[in-house]
């Protein structure tokens, strides 16, 4: 891939039945390795507070800690969509909020959307970032920066009525113009049915295979986090393990003297060598 999917593409991806591959990454180098490897999208997602900040939840996450990010990932960023996540209450307060901030990471960011969490609640905030056209993606179902009023961090949808509430919730999202919805940890049946009834892609986290993509954490995937592992998540890579094991055996070389060795540093020439010494005498 050498330019960018556009909206348009993304939908025509979901129109011939072709996954859409997203992964969520907070730095310059993260999102290079995922330009190389030809994903489609990146997330700079909320989850840095707890996957890079070490915060216990995303709740404390700020506005220019994500643009921080954000940056940074655009940074290395060439060929990949990337989408910027709205932290906690830079959009539920009001609209003109909710517009200010998502400007925000368009215009200082870099970024190519926003996405932000809620159903029928944050339509009115949807419409009105849409209108000045930059491209939301909603986000419904496990949504961790209220996942304390759902009861914790559980899968969400599970008896047919909150099920149906969720269904709603991406019809009305998708009427008031988000161009994708991730659907987190909900039933397999249900991600199924919403993106059977959806015009716009879905992306899956914990939803099954039946979406129209798939997201996961990067350091998740390539086993570089190591706090909690979610159901969901296959690891590809075993990475934290290698770097910690280079980690101590540098430790090791420089505690018994052998780094660094004579490759590893520079060399004056003899004659300027003597001349130093002659000075120090």
């Known amino acids: 891939m050498t330019t960018k999917l556009s909206i348009n593409e993304l939908a025509e991806r979901k129109i011939q039945g072709q996954k859409i591959t997203m992964v969520t990454a907070y730095d310059c180098p993260s999102a290079r390795m995922v330009d190389k490897a030809g994903l489609d999208m990146i997330l700079v997602g909320d989850s840095l507070g707890m996957v890079v900040l ?119 999202l998708q009427d008031a113009g988000a161009f994708m919805i991730v659907l987190e940890c909900v039933p397999d049946v249900l991600a199924r049915e919403i993106s059977r009834a959806l015009t716009i892609p879905t992306i899956g986290i914990g939803a099954g295979k039946e979406c129209d993509g798939q997201v996961l954490v990067f350091h998740d995937l390539v086993g570089l986090f190591d706090r909690f592992t979610p159901k969901f998540v296959k690891k590809y890579a075993a990475i934290e393990k290698e770097i910690v094991t280079a980690l101590q055996g540098y430790a090791a070389e420089v505690r018994g003297g052998d780094f660094p060795g004579p490759g590893h540093s520079f060399k004056m020439k003899e004659e ?10």
């Open 54 to 172: 070490g915060y216990d939840s995303t709740v404390p996450v700020t506005m220019e800690e994500m643009l921080h990010h954000t940056r940074a990932v655009m940074r290395g960023a060439e060929h990949v969509f990337v989408l910027g996540d709205m932290p906690f209450m830079s959009y539920q307060v009001s609209i003109e909020d909710a517009l200010r901030n998502a400007g925000r990471f368009i215009k200082d960011g870099g970024c190519d959307g926003i996405k932000l969490e809620g159903g029928r609640e944050v339509v009115p905030q949807v419409q009105a970032i849409c209108r000045v056209g930059i491209p939301v993606c909603a986000h419904i179902g496990l949504t961790p920066q209220t996942a304390t009023n759902l009861g914790g961090f559980k899968v969400q949808g599970k008896d047919a009525a909150s099920a149906r509430r969720l269904f709603e919730d991406a019809l009305a």
């Open 272 to 281: 300027e060598a003597k001349r130093f010494l002659a000075m120090e005498e």
